[in-house]
């Protein structure tokens, strides 16, 4: 199943996996989603019951990285700036990968089915906590990722979490496995 | 007389267009997510309950809320420029902030809400019984908020 509303330019290269979490119940309301102009989305979904869906052609951008995180502060190997994501972004951007992470340009999205929870009520997003990736969304995960890094020469240490290269809930993706 | 009459109902008419319209949502950019018009009842009352509260979620010792403390009027402004972000499509390109502010707003209508806001200009609205509201304000460009 592809969904082109969320395809974007070609993508030349493919130097990383990010792993992300939908925060949404239902496959079903991920991929409604992604039928909106100029929807964001990744390559990938996996559901609940692991089925995956092939939702953009590896030959395109799509956008799910967001924001980047500044590489080179996590690894140590830079000192940290004033707290600005905006121009951290900024700076990273100009980089080329490895020495930023992926980015929307060249890695390739992997959504799995999971909300933040609870949901709809007052507590503020900066408490949720994701729902935990489960066995069957982990073993399709294993299976794509092992396709994936073969197929694209992408090595292990490049693929991430989404909250590792961006600045999202910490929770999300985190008991993915692969 | 019925001629004049007939105009002004017309152009009655054309000046609520707009309020029954669908609202005018900007579309999703690759770092900006859609964004919809938030009309909100006058604000009577804004109450700041927390302020530079570091999520327990946040396992850095080195990020340092202090800095995120909001004033009522600061809030005020907040609701009145911040846009809806349609839910389900604020994912990917809202930032994440281990930092809040929280309180309650009240509206000349009687009804009241929780609000929350980041350092990083998203914020929340919840009426009782209604579903979250995700905010963002990207014209709020004054301290406490980075941008």
């Not at chain 2, 350092?119 to 009426?127: D, E, K, P, T, Y």
Request: charged content about 20%; aromatic content about 8%; some cysteine.
């Amino acid at each position: 199943m592809r969904k082109f509303a969320i395809e974007r330019d070609a993508m030349t290269a493919v130097h990383g996996i990010i792993v992300h979490q939908t925060n949404s119940p239902t496959a079903t309301s991920t991929l409604n989603g992604y039928q909106r102009p100029k929807a964001n989305g990744a390559h990938f979904l996996i559901d609940r019951d692991g089925t995956i869906y092939q939702t953009a052609s590896l030959y395109k951008q799509t956008w799910h990285a967001g924001w980047l995180k500044s590489r080179c502060v996590l690894e140590k190997r830079c000192a940290p700036s004033k707290f600005n994501p905006i121009r951290e972004h900024k700076r990273e951007v100009v980089k080329s990968a490895p020495d930023r992470f992926p980015s929307n340009e060249d890695s390739i999205g992997i959504e799995i089915v999971g909300e933040a929870l609870p949901r709809g009520t007052a507590v503020v997003d900066e408490k949720k906590v994701y729902e935990s990736v489960n066995d069957a969304q982990n073993n399709s995960l294993k299976w794509l990722v092992s396709g994936l890094t073969t197929t694209l020469g992408v090595p292990l240490h490049e693929i991430f979490r989404h909250p590792t290269i961006s600045r999202k809930n910490l929770t999300e993706a985190s008991t993915a496995k692969w | 007389m019925v001629g004049r009459l007939a105009l002004l109902i017309l152009f009655g008419l054309m000046a609520a267009q707009p309020l029954s319209a669908k609202p005018r949502c900007t579309p999703e950019r690759e770092y900006e997510p859609a964004m919809c018009p938030l009309v909100l009842p006058p604000i009577v009352h804004v109450a700041v309950e927390m302020n530079a509260v570091k999520s327990p979620l946040e396992t850095d010792p080195s990020v340092d809320c202090s800095e995120l403390v909001v004033t009522p009027a600061l809030i005020r402004r907040y609701l009145t420029r911040a846009k809806q972000v349609p839910s389900g499509t604020s994912h990917s390109q809202l930032l994440w902030d281990s930092c809040s502010a929280s309180g309650t707003v009240l509206f000349k209508d009687g009804r009241s809400a929780r609000w929350s806001v980041s350092r990083l200009r998203v914020g929340s609205l919840i009426f009782d019984g209604s579903p979250e509201m995700t905010l963002y304000c990207p014209t709020c460009k004054e301290k406490p908020f980075v941008w």
